[in-house]
T-cell receptor
Framework: QKEVEQNSGPLSVPEGAIASLNCTYS??????FFWYRQYSGKSPELIMS??SNGDKEDGRFTAQLNKASQYVSLLIRDSQPSDSATYLC??????????WGAGTKLIIKP | DVKVTQSSRYLVKRTGEKVFLECVQD?????MFWYRQDPGLGLRLIYF???????EKGDIPEGYSVSREKKERFSLILESASTNQTSMYLC?????????????FGAGSRLTVL
């Protein structure tokens, strides 16, 4: 069974520090990976996508993919209270269907 | 600037009632999806559609049906609502095959079945 696993948290990080969110996946056929952010009571929104091994940076966010280890991570630099949310990791194949993790709740402490 | 609109934000229905959840997108996206989200279980795909009048079952289609008569509209139908269908329902859309996994979500419809 295809699975994406995340630690549910909560992960508590001081303001200004680096938040590190991790995700592992079981399906070696997954070709693309996504990080969605979901604020409490809101719907998910895409913040990062990554398709190849290595790092991808976008502002304060860096996504990392290691296909050999089946591992995806999201780093948030200079964490702000507004980054407090649940972060959903998802893996995609070519069949329109994403495999979702249950999400990690991140709390940034001022 | 609203791109994916779900018709009802909150609904309360009784067991056995028929429930319609409507979703409209204005981005000319080919693909549309219905998910349900429950605490600790993450997002689970109910049905999706990659073209008008086309539908594909997701992971948990039992008890649900869908309709896509127009490109912009994707409806989720609960023929006879049950208490275990109490959940948050999320509609999403995406463009084409290469961008199929880049989803734009609606605000969600929280359904309570009594």
């Amino acid at each position: 069974q295809k699975e994406v696993e995340q630690n549910s948290g909560p992960l508590s990080v001081p303001e200004g520090a680096i938040a590190s969110l991790n995700c592992t996946y079981s399906d070696r056929g997954s070709q693309s990976f996504f990080w969605y952010r979901q604020y409490s009571g809101k719907s998910p929104e895409l913040i990062m996508s990554i398709y190849s091994n290595g790092d991808k940076e976008d502002g304060r966010f860096t996504a990392q993919l290691n296909k050999a280890s089946q591992y995806v991570s999201l780093l948030i630099r200079d964490s702000q209270p507004s980054d407090s949310a649940t972060y959903l990791c998802a893996g995609g194949d070519s069949n329109y269907q994403l495999i979702w993790g249950a999400g990690t709740k991140l709390i940034i402490k001022p | 600037d609203v791109k994916v609109t779900q018709s009802s934000r909150y609904l309360v229905k009784r067991t056995g009632e028929k429930v319609f959840l409507e979703c409209v997108q204005d981005m000319d996206h080919e693909n549309m999806f219905w998910y349900r989200q429950d605490p600790g279980l993450g997002l689970r795909l109910i049905y999706f559609s990659y073209d008008v009048k086309m539908k594909e079952k997701g992971d948990i289609p039992e008890g649900y049906s869908v309709s896509r008569e127009k490109k912009e509209r994707f409806s989720l139908i609960l023929e006879s609502a049950s208490t275990n269908q109490t959940s948050m329902y999320l509609c999403a859309s995406s463009s084409g095959q290469s961008g199929a996994n880049v989803l734009t979500f609606g605000a969600g419809s929280r359904l309570t079945v009594l």
